[in-house]
């Protein structure tokens, strides 16, 4: 059975005490196969953690090491998250959420394009407000 890249990133991240055999098999075998991929586990697991424990004390570190690593593509990610600064650490330390709103966004949006632009505001309105 192939392993998809979906499956490895969740066996990755999952917590240490909700791992497998299997997933704890895959992340010694990741950690064998390269430098680049031991180090990108270990990264990812690192941040995974800080946020599971909505802990900023640590992103300082991380962000360091991710930047200065091998593994570019994480590189430029800790770059981008650096040039973010107090809304980065807000996003670790705040119990605050705009996962309703954006969802809401992305419904309307997403009813925007089923009308194809043609409908003016009241419809859309109507149609937004009656629902799925």
Known sequence: MRLT???????????????????????????????????TVDLAQTFAA???DRSADGLSAWLDRATDGAVQILARFARSLRAEGAALVAAFTSSWSNGQVESQVNRLKALKRQMYGRAKLDLLERRFLAGP
Do not use: Q
């Open 5 to 39: 890249p979906g499956e490895a990133v969740f066996s990755i991240l999952k917590r240490a005490e909700d791992r497998t055999a299997r997933d704890e098999a895959l992340i010694v075998r990741l950690h064998k196969a390269s430098a680049d991929l031991r180090e």
């Open 50 to 52: 800080l946020l599971r």
